[in-house]
């Protein structure tokens, strides 16, 4: 993916995959203790910034009118991380938002962690206060931060490295139903049962689908449009929805399918890290 063609320190914001997510509790302070395993896109958003004299953004791309400029976590990071480094300057941010808003894909959580990434690096400040931040921020925070292959245990902020050479590069097809969806909605529709421990990530599931689905019945349709194409591998629901993805055998078939989505449906074509 191509950054924007103007001269600042550029970040990208790559989505996020829940390649499976196992839900094996609900705990007693209102979160759910899970089992997953994080991969990343070559694509995503992207965030640049520049000296100023306070703290500024803008937003742009193609969803960008569905974001706040004041009330963003792009802004929230850049905060936090000046208060936690003893930094007293500016930046002028801008985001370009080319994911969709509440989907299942890091959104706010990958641009938060590409703001700690970017301010790290142009306010020349320890990283160590990023990763200090990062778990203030969300849950998902840190393993954007990271944005490598890993395993997140506890509420998914436990992080754990994963070597997977074999899903390097491997062609990706994310779709959307273009609805955006609550996280808090769909876990608080979970069950509450136990399906078992994470392994083998192919062998896994998102525990998240179903109360996902009854949320949006989209997600089911394009669940079942994914699995039916030509050299999918797997196909699944990312986080809670209601982005789900499809990993090609090669790149042709990859093509094909993302030349036949719906114009009804949001999608991305993209390779996982």
């Known amino acids: 993916m191509a950054p924007p063609d103007r001269p600042a320190y550029r970040e990208p914001a790559p989505a996020k995959l829940n390649l499976a997510l196992h839900v094996r509790a609900r705990r007693d302070d209102g979160y759910h203790q899970l089992e997953t395993l994080f991969a990343f896109c070559t694509d995503g958003d992207w965030l640049e910034a520049e000296d100023a004299d306070g703290l500024e953004l803008a937003i742009i791309g193609p969803f960008a009118t569905e974001l706040s400029r004041h009330d963003n976590l792009v802004l929230e990071a850049a905060r ?11 930046a002028r941010l801008t985001l370009d938002k080319r994911l969709p808003v509440a989907s299942g894909i890091g959104g706010g ?3 938060a962690a590409a703001a700690l990434r970017l301010l790290t690096r142009l306010w020349s400040i320890d990283p160590a206060h990023a990763a200090t931040v990062a778990p203030r921020l969300g849950a998902d925070v840190p393993a954007c931060l990271l944005s490598m292959t890993s395993r997140g245990d506890g509420v998914g902020d436990a992080l754990s490295p994963v070597d997977l050479p074999d899903i390097s590069g491997t062609p990706v097809l994310l779709v959307n139903p273009r609805t955006a969806l609550s996280t808090a909605d769909v876990f608080a529709r979970w069950d509450g049962e136990d399906r078992g421990p994470l392994g083998d990530w192919r062998e896994g599931r998102n525990d998240l689908e179903a109360p ?3 949320l949006v019945p989209g997600i089911g349709d394009v669940l079942d449009w994914l ?26 078939a990859r093509g094909s399918a993302a030349a036949a989505v719906p114009e009804k449906w949001w999608h991305l074509a993209s390779h996982l890290r």
């Not at 936090?80 to 500016?90: K, R, S």
């Not at 209601?242 to 055998?249: E, I, K, Q, R, V």
């Open 80 to 90: 936090q991380l000046a208060v936690a480094a003893g930094h007293d300057g500016g």
């Open 212 to 214: 996902a689905r009854a």
């Open 109 to 111: 959580s990958a641009d």
């Open 227 to 252: 699995a039916a194409r030509e050299g999918v591998d797997v196909a699944r629901l990312s986080g809670s929805g209601a982005t789900c993805f499809a990993l090609f055998d090669n790149e042709e």
